[in-house]
């Protein structure tokens, strides 16, 4: 079965400072892909980042950043220079035409 | 261009009720997919629409869940009867070709459905 681990129910993390959030995955898909979704108080789910399997270049986008370790089946995301408005619920997701979530890491970002 | 709307946000209701909630997915979007997120659990996939064709709905629960996408346009999932463990976040998302090909997918904000 496909399945997407999130160990951290909940990181903190200084105004400005960096802070990596950890996923790992299990999948018997060749090819498929990888998210963040960041989910504010507001509620949308945003999509933060996206990697494709295939490629070994570590996606980023701006401030956010991932380390792909394919063999190890890890996905984390790096958030830098850190602010308030990143506060949120970041959950993890692989999949190729329906997404497998993990349970989500609550972020507090504070002042 | 707007997003992927839900109605209602929130809706409570007892045990035993129907709740019809709505999506209306991104215009010109063919792919609609479902979600559910048990509070504390993992966001779930229930079904996946192309146009008005179910294409997979291997995640949905049990025969209490009824999705429809008539016209291929907005969709509605029923719940008949509710029972207390529908209790949870349903997402509504969107996506121009299918995730399959990578495409991504949009959410939207969620409709709260508390059953008492």
């Known amino acids: 079965a496909q399945t997407v681990t999130q160990s951290q129910p909940e990181m903190s993390v200084q105004e400005a400072e960096t802070v990596t959030l950890s996923c790992t995955y299990d999948?018997?898909?060749?090819?498929?892909?990888l998210f963040w979704y960041k989910q504010p108080p507001s509620r949308q789910m945003i999509l933060v980042i996206r990697?494709?399997?295939?490629?070994?270049q570590n996606a980023t986008e701006n401030r956010f950043s991932v380390n792909f370790q394919k063999a190890a089946k890890s996905f984390s995301l790096k958030i830098s220079d850190s602010q308030l408005g990143d506060a949120a619920m970041y959950f993890c997701?692989?999949?190729?035409?329906?997404?497998?979530f993990g349970t989500g890491t609550r972020l507090k970002v504070l002042a | 261009e707007a997003g992927v709307t839900q109605f209602p946000s929130h809706s409570v209701i007892e045990k035993g009720q129907t709740v019809t909630l709505r999506c209306d997915p991104i215009?010109?979007?063919?792919?609609l997919y479902w979600y559910r997120r048990v509070m504390g659990k993992e966001i779930k996939f229930l079904l996946h629409?192309?146009?008005?064709?179910?294409?997979?709905e291997s995640g949905m629960p049990n025969n209490r869940f009824l999705a429809e996408r008539t016209g291929g346009t907005y969709s509605t999932l029923k719940v008949q009867p509710a029972e207390l463990e529908d209790s949870g976040v349903y997402f509504c998302?969107?996506?121009?070709?299918?995730?399959?090909?990578?495409?991504?997918?949009?959410f939207g904000e969620g409709s709260w459905l508390t059953v008492v």
């Open positions: 997701a692989s999949g190729t035409y329906k997404y497998i």
């Open positions: 999948t018997s898909e060749s090819d498929y892909y």
């Open positions: 990697q494709e399997a295939y490629k070994q």
């Open positions: 215009s010109g979007h063919d792919n």
């Open positions: 629409f192309v146009k008005e064709s179910k294409q997979d």
């Open positions: 998302a969107s996506s121009l070709r299918t995730a399959y090909s990578g495409n991504t997918i949009y």
